[in-house]
Each structure stands twice: as C-alpha cells, then as structure tokens.
C-alpha cells in the first residue's frame, strides 16, 4: 500500500510550504538560472507571491541573487543529504551497484517511487553514456516509461496502482512508448507476475532496461534496482539472461545484509 497522502484541502495541508518547495523544483538542468517572471511562469504563482517564496529562500540560503537572476544554492543539497542520512543503507547499496558495473560493464542504479516519477537515489556509472541527459543522484523520470518505475508500481495494491494510472497522463517519448492505459497496466501487472521489468526504448530511443525490487530483511520495499544500457550493444536476451541474475543476486545479499 502507498503512504496515505494528505488532502491538500485539508487543514493539516500547509500550502505556503508546499508552494516553497514548488519554487525549489521549478530549477532543473534547463533552467539552472531564471528571473522573477520565468520562475513565476514555471510555477503558475503571480510575480508577487513567486518574488516572496524567493527572496525568503534567498534569506534561508537555498537560493542566490545574482542581479536580476536567481539559481539554488549549495545548501539545497542538505535537503537531499537528509534523506541519504535517514537511510543509512546507501553504502551498502553503493558497493552492490559498483559491483553490478564491474560485472557487467554496465550502469546500475537505485530508484524509489515519488508520485509519478522515479527519483534516483544511488548511481553506479558505466563509461560510455546512454542519455542525452546526465543521470545522477537525485534525477527525477517519468515512472510509467523506466524498468525501475514499472516494478515499482507493480508492488502498489491494484486500488493504488489504478490511482496512479487516472492521474497519469501519457506522452510518446518515442515511437516505442506505450501510451495506452490498458497496455501500460498490462506490463506492470506482468512484471508483479515474473519478478522483473524490462523498458525498452520506451524513455529514450537506444535506452534499454532492466529492473527488480528490492527489499531489507523484514521484507520492507527499500526500491528498485536497474541496469541500463545500449540497444544496439545487448539484446533482450541478454539482458533477461545475463543481466538479470547479475541483479537477483546482488538484490539476495542486499536482503540478506540490511535488516
């Protein structure tokens, strides 16, 4: 079962927060910089409201002025560290996903589940790059369309996960990316059944996935782990064959090693 999500019509629902966080996640890698008005448009705040969510996150230190400018400072990444220290199996993590590459030549990474994304928690890099955009700690993808989203997903009950597929909408990243509801369920109930997730090209044309769950001791879902690599290098065959046990194996330590 997901965690219950508080109504933001509630009375427990802060929503100045919520709006500062808002304004913190407005930055990405194409947007770094942006004036008052972009950071407004990004956000659907009006200029007043967006220039007070800035200027007292410029107090608190999370985001810096540069004339007519504002980007995020250094400090934000405490909040990202928070998270990281709360869990303090992320070593343990590091040394399976470093091995998975060693193995395989190939990158591996952890993901958790954060509304309708994936959000990168652990990253193993292989040399040769699969994206046009840089994988890192803390990157954010659309869960429906990567291996580790869909094994995710196919942990939630039915009731969540049909939650999750009415407030989804679905876009074609390329010309292999499901885009039909009933298609899209259909996979993720299919990888709950064989124990695994395969993307295949779904996110980005060449990119080619496979993804497990992984859980500690106490059978508590900790996340994903994935490898990713090269469509015109490893086939599905090797990927289901090869790759596969490589992370069932490692998923069997993890869950033998973290209590």
């Not at 990888?191 to 044309?205: K, M, P, T």
């Amino acid at each position: 079962m997901q965690e219950e999500m508080l109504s933001t019509e509630s009375r427990d629902f802060v929503t100045a927060l919520a709006s500062g966080l808002e304004v913190i996640q407005a930055f990405d890698a194409e947007h770094p910089r942006m004036t008052l008005s972009e950071v407004a448009t990004r956000t659907g705040m009006n200029r007043a409201k967006a220039r007070r969510f800035l200027l007292t996150l410029h107090a608190l230190g999370y985001v810096r002025k540069e004339q007519r400018y504002f980007e995020l400072a250094p400090r934000v990444l405490q909040l990202g560290y928070a998270f990281l220290s709360a869990n303090n199996y992320q070593g343990v993590i590091q040394q399976y996903l470093e091995e998975i590459t060693a193995e395989t030549g190939e990158s591996s990474s952890l993901g958790v589940l954060d509304g309708h994304d994936v959000t990168y928690v652990a990253r193993s890099a292989a040399k040769h790059r699969l994206m046009a955009i840089t994988l890192s700690v803390g990157t954010r993808l659309p869960a429906a369309y990567t291996s580790m989203g869909r094994i995710l997903l196919a942990q939630l009950s039915d009731e969540d996960l049909d939650h999750f597929l009415a407030t989804i909408s679905l876009e074609p990243f390329t010309d292999k990316t499901v885009t039909d509801v009933k298609e899209l369920r259909r996979r993720i109930v299919e990888a709950r059944q064989q124990g695994y997730a395969i993307s295949d090209q779904e996110l980005d044309s060449g990119l080619r996935s496979i993804a497990v769950p992984v859980f500690d001791a106490k059978q508590h879902l900790m996340g994903a782990i994935n490898i990713s690599t090269n469509a015109a290098r490893v086939d599905l065959d090797t990927l289901v064959n090869v790759y596969l046990p490589v992370i069932q194996s490692k998923v069997a330590h993890i869950r033998a090693t973290i209590n």
